[in-house]
């Protein structure tokens, strides 16, 4: 975080101008963000493709307050509710309501404190590998007055045993969050990485402003978001959500990536020789977003939006929400391609509840690059694109079950840019879908809850990948390489997990991914604060 102040002088004229309202006012919500992973947004989701609520969750992470206003709204409306879902709002609203224990919890007028224990605890075994991995932590969170929350978990993460994936970057590994190993990378058997989530936050009548450092992501998509998903580690950013009507909503990020690429022409020898070396400095990587959230009628969503990726030094039009990501990047680069950024657009249709009773129908679309005069001409096309469409379908068959289907195809070169520092990346793990550029994935699951907080979920996968293609192929192939016209890897798997909520933060779990030919990956494991 210290990076990140010492970057841009605005963050701490924000925060200096925001000090006046810290003893003001009265407590008031819960202006702290929620991590994505939680089972009650499913819940959440799940009351908005009945039509119990209306639930925009395109972008996460949500704040507390949030999520306790949609609680408080389906306990006013809870006749709509079966019994397990009345257990469930109950369950939930324990948490949301501060009627929980915690390790300490202390509030007065203007300020509060709530502080749990974190730890986890799992053992995973098969396809030749067996290991551990344990962590203990603390989280905290509270408000400063009225105005101001805060947010701030740690937990040291500890991964021992023999051949696993030491790097979570491997196809085995899906979308399982990367780390950032804080060990030699040397050592095959142990790995130590630690998950670290903190934020400042400040209300204003129609929307909130935020510091800190978490895990983003935007749009819908099952195991994996085109846009930006839970794979990267999380990251710093300066966070802007704007509500000027109920039916427009308006997101900025200005996040503060790392290329793990050395820029040489900055390095310095050490002065003190204890190491015979030189400093190392990356070279800086920055992440700029806009987007709106358009509500066209009620249980229908359109989504527009534009991300940049550039290098070097802080760009003060890249700090302006409403600025014109790609028009900026011409202008100040002179349309120079050597100079310039890396852009996209993006955007997104999204129905509940609307086409067919409890259900949700989706379809994402990401544009790296493309000609459109000539999208369909064979020799002159550059479609350099990715999108998905899936459907969810409540109360199938039987109640309290889901099905769901999905589709999702990255065409070749996506994410990928001739400068490796703007490639659509941070600690080299993609910000977007992990399959892949020049890849596909078809999916189709069941989640069932036979009783309240007891959740499974079965998911079959299929997964192709083709092969990359050359930096000259991707900006001077004429045709451009076509999808998938060699199939490099065909992965099938069947995944099977059950997790069971025994108390509020208190989650135990077991899973099974069969990826065939014997390689059976099995995992249980407990964990209570996350």
Request: glycine share 6%.
């Given at each position: 975080m210290k990076k990140l102040f010492n970057s841009s002088i605005i963050v701490k004229q924000l925060i200096l101008a925001f000090l006046f309202y810290f003893f003001l006012n009265p407590i008031q919500g819960q202006l702290v963000y929620e991590r994505n992973s939680l089972e009650v947004n499913q819940f959440l989701a799940t009351m908005s493709q009945k039509g119990y609520i209306e639930w925009n969750d395109l972008i996460y992470p949500i704040t507390k307050d949030k999520i306790r206003n949609a609680l408080s709204h389906l306990e006013q409306n809870k006749d709509l509710l079966?019994?397990?879902?009345?257990?469930?709002?109950?369950?939930y609203l324990k948490e949301y309501k501060n009627e929980r224990f915690k390790l300490l919890y202390k509030a007065d007028s203007s300020f509060s404190v709530h502080i749990d224990p974190i730890f986890?605890?799992?053992?995973?075994?098969?396809?030749?590998?067996?290991?551990s991995d344990k962590s203990v932590g603390i989280s905290m969170w509270g408000n400063l007055g009225k105005k101001f929350g805060y947010q701030f978990s740690f937990h040291d993460i500890n991964q021992k045993g023999s051949r696993f994936d030491t790097a979570i970057n491997s196809v085995f590994q899906e979308g399982n969050r990367g780390i950032i190993a804080l060990n030699d990378p040397n050592i095959q058997q142990q790995v130590n990485f630690t998950d670290l989530r903190a934020s400042l936050i400040y209300a204003f009548k129609?929307?909130?402003?935020?510091v800190g450092q978490d895990a983003l992501t935007w749009g819908y998509g099952e195991n994996g978001q085109l846009v930006l998903s839970n794979k990267a580690p999380y990251y710093p950013y300066i966070?802007?959500?704007?509500?000027?009507?109920?039916?427009?909503?308006?997101?900025?990020?200005?996040?503060?990536?790392q290329s793990e690429i050395i820029d040489s022409a900055n390095l310095y020898p050490i002065p003190s020789r204890v190491f015979p070396a030189s400093r190392e400095v990356f070279i800086k990587k920055y992440m700029a977003s806009h987007s709106i959230d358009i509500r066209l009628k009620k249980g229908l969503h359109l989504s527009l939006g534009e991300s940049i990726i550039y290098n070097d030094q802080l760009q003060v039009g890249y700090l302006l929400p409403i600025m014109f990501f790609k028009g900026y990047d011409n202008m100040i680069n002179k349309g120079v391609i050597q100079a310039g950024s890396n852009g996209q657009f993006f955007g997104q249709l999204n129905t509940k509840n609307l086409i067919v009773n409890k259900s949700q129908f989706y379809a994402t679309?990401?544009?790296?690059?493309?000609?459109?005069?000539?999208m369909f001409n064979r020799e002159k096309s550059r479609n350099q694109i990715g999108f998905n469409f899936g459907v969810i379908k409540q109360d199938f068959?039987?109640?309290?079950?889901?099905?769901?289907?999905e589709y999702t195809r990255l065409n070749p070169f996506l994410y990928r840019n001739f400068l490796p520092a703007q490639n659509y990346t941070s600690n080299r793990y993609l910000l977007g879908e992990w399959i892949g550029q020049n890849s596909d994935k078809v999916l189709v699951y069941l989640k069932y809850s036979p009783l309240p907080r007891l959740k499974t979920y079965i998911r079959y996968q299929k997964l192709r990948n083709g092969p990359e293609g050359s930096m000259v192929e991707q900006y001077f192939g004429r045709p451009q390489m076509r999808f998938m016209n060699n199939v490099i890897l065909t992965q099938t798997s069947l995944f099977f997990r059950a997790s069971y909520e025994y108390k509020n933060r208190l989650l135990l779990n077991l899973s099974m991914n069969d990826y065939g030919l014997a390689k059976k990956q099995y995992s249980m494991g407990i964990s209570y604060g996350l």
């Open positions: 079966n019994q397990l879902e009345k257990s469930e709002l109950s369950f986890t605890g799992s053992i995973t075994s098969g396809f030749k590998k067996q290991f129609k929307g909130t402003i935020s966070k802007l959500d704007y509500e000027p009507f109920n039916w427009l909503t308006f997101n900025y990020t200005h996040a503060f990536l679309l990401f544009i790296d690059e493309i000609r459109l005069a000539s068959l039987v109640p309290n079950l889901i099905f769901g289907a």
